[in-house]
């Protein structure tokens, strides 16, 4: 007689874009799924939710970076492609409080004309010297992960910039409002091989890429149709259920349960973390933090963040696109009035606060107010306008600050407990092995199925955010403003 195998249950704890991920894909396999999220809502670090007045308010800026492929590819599998969710955007602004401005295209490919013309004019924001000083950022781009590692991950971005005798101007002007926005770290903190991965992965995406921001809340657009979709597929997704603590069976060496926060106790035949590395570090089992492999996780550098939402009396831009500010500590920002939350009158802008490791014990009140000044050195409609609504939000852990060898040290996704597996930004895979090898919860999930449904889950799980929401080749590759 022909016999039945009883469809695995996975718990997977943690709603954001690598626990959502994962859920979509092992669903797509016919597994029991259930997710919990310790938040009342859905989306991480890349949520949005209502406040008290019924606006939106967002986690922090979020961009879209067009080779998101394998993200785009999840959005159109769940019914939302796209084209329907996201508006391009191909320049970027920068701006020197102590000089000028300066537009640049973004997308040879895409706007050849304004990337060219821009690349040769606006001499006064980057002399030719200072453009030609940009070189160094294409050559290293151009060889493997492994060759960028070995060769760079020792080095801060600011040593391996005054290695290759780059200007003064370019690194205070383009590189450090770039580190400031992208991971909310100085270039002092930043390993030149996190940040040549993105060069890296900007020569090899050419054809993807293009900026792109998003046409309303991504509670609404992205979080609210995936959960939908996973639970016409079995799936359970529970909100406001925070994980309280992880059994672990000796002598069986495997996790035999969890606790949440409301009593209930989960059971499973494997367990997915998919929260913050800090998050889990505390409740790592006693007898498994005495491994080397859990050990690193707790040592795993943070940083903070700050996300400052202000709503103006008058529209600060005439357009969407994304303003990079040097020299202030509000490297990043956006007029989102008019495609993002849409509101009948006045602007609203959202803006990162960073470094923000000295400004978290700031009172809200002092933060608008600084905020408000710094923007109004480079935004004249900014400066003479009133503030009618602020929200401050303050996450004194948001993600792996990218020291040098910080993100080498990220732990793989299967971990050496058989049932337990790791999801999420602060997680990699074999960067060699990256594009030939299954991740870790790709092999969990090909143990029950031999189709290859989770060959992408991981690579668009690490996009957020931001904008936030990636991994290149074992390079996180896009968090803050792209997180």
Known sequence: MKTIQRMQRIAIVGGGLGGLTCAKYLADAGMNVRIYEGLPFLGGRASTFRDDDGEW???????????????????????????????????????????????????????????????????????????????????????????????????????????????????ERVLRPFCRAVQFSEPEQFSAFDFLGWAHQSIYGLLQLRLAGYKGAREELIFRPLAEYLQQRGATVQTGIQLRQIEYEESQKSLSGLLMADGQRVVADVYVIAIPAWAFAPLIPMPLRRLPYFEGIAKLPVAPAISVQLWLDRVAADNPDFYLVCREPTPVYQEQSQLTYR?????????????????????????????????????????????????VLKHPQHLVRPLPFAMSSRPKQATPVPNLFLAGDWTSRSSSAAKKAPSGVERLARRQSSSSFMKRSFDACLMQQTLKLWSIDGVNAAHGVCS
């Open 57 to 171: 308010i967002e986690q922090g800026l979020h961009l879209f970076l067009g080779s998101y492929s394998e993200f785009r590819t999840l959005l159109t599998e769940i019914g939302r492609p796209a084209e329907d969710i996201l508006y391009w955007i191909d320049q970027l602004h920068l701006h020197d409080p102590q000089g000028p401005a300066a537009t640049y295209g973004v997308n040879p490919i895409f706007a050849p004309l304004r990337t060219i013309l821009g690349a040769l004019s606006q001499n006064d924001y980057l002399g030719p010297l200072d453009k030609l000083s940009l070189a160094p950022l294409t050559a290293p781009a151009l060889t493997s992960i492994e060759n960028l590692r070995s060769k760079y991950d020792s080095l801060t971005v600011t040593e391996w910039w005054r290695q290759t005798g780059g200007t003064d101007d370019v690194l």
């Open 343 to 391: 509101t009948a009158s006045g602007g609203r802008i959202s803006v990162i606060v960073s470094p923000a490791d000295h400004l978290l014990d700031w009172e809200d009140e002092a933060l608008v107010r600084m905020v408000h000044q710094s923007l109004g050195k480079v935004n004249a409609a900014i400066a003479a306008a009133t503030v009618t609504k602020s929200v």
